[in-house]
């Protein structure tokens, strides 16, 4: 079966733009979390969505956001983008809404801030 | 709140020789833990889990990992190092009901295989 899709790969964006980050997790998957992942500060949890509800965020300024759709698929925005928000975006399904069941993560989305 | 300590951000082993990851746990309430694979330009792969039945777990890989409460920790083991197992290994712990969704890592440990 398809993994957790991630789109787009790579992304190159200027200080000040916005950018949207897609996720499509694996099919019957309704819990979609994302994570930040940069040299400095490891994987840090950004959200989670489960049925089109945000459950859990992590601590990170407004400027981030996300949202989950009825066919579970998940998108993170980031407004105002910021130097330091260059990093590899990680998308990770899980089959329920329970924490035993550990994630499937995506290959991500590389992000750059220039 | 809980957290996970990785011990050695960086373990070097020859081809053959066992590998010993260490991770130290901090719950307040009985933990889940994983660990999880990240080769290089990829995303994380699950290793393998505890969810509280048996404390030896055994994973992908010939990976296993014990579960000890008395000394928080949840050490990932493989008898026989192969050159495919370079990568670098995150150990994460979730606590139930909570924080579903949420899984913390620790800071991740290279694993490099000499031939």
């Known amino acids: 079966k398809a993994g957790v899709t991630q789109t787009p790969r790579y992304l190159i964006k200027t200080r000040g733009q916005q950018v949207t980050l897609s996720c499509s997790p694996i099919?019957?998957?309704?819990?979609v979390s994302w994570y930040q992942q940069t040299p400095g500060q490891g994987l840090q949890f950004l959200f989670e969505y489960f049925s089109e509800t945000q459950r859990n965020k992590g601590n990170f300024p407004g400027r981030f956001s996300g949202r989950q759709f009825s066919n579970s698929r998940s998108e993170m925005n980031v407004s105002t983008l910021e130097l330091g928000d260059s990093a590899l975006y990680l998308c990770?399904?899980?089959?329920?809404?329970?924490?035993?069941?550990?994630?499937?993560f995506g290959s991500g989305t590389r992000l750059t801030v220039v | 709140a809980q957290s996970v300590t990785q011990l050695g951000s960086h373990v070097s082993v020859s081809e053959g020789a066992l590998v010993l990851l260490r991770c130290n746990y901090s719950s307040s309430v009985p933990p889940y833990l994983f660990w999880y694979v990240q080769y290089p330009n990829q995303g994380l792969q699950l290793l393998l889990k505890y969810t509280s039945a048996a404390t030896l777990v055994k994973g992908i890989n010939g990976f296993e990992a014990e579960f000890k409460k008395s000394e928080t920790s949840f050490h990932l083991t493989k008898p026989s190092a192969h050159m495919s197992d370079a990568a670098e290994y995150f150990c994460?712990?979730?606590?139930?009901?909570?924080?579903?969704?949420?899984?913390?890592f620790g800071d991740g440990t290279t694993l490099t295989v000499k031939p």
């Open positions: 099919s019957g998957h309704r819990s």
């Open positions: 994460a712990v979730s606590v139930p009901v909570t924080n579903a969704g949420k899984s913390t």
């Open positions: 990770a399904s899980s089959l329920a809404a329970l924490a035993n069941y550990g994630y499937t």
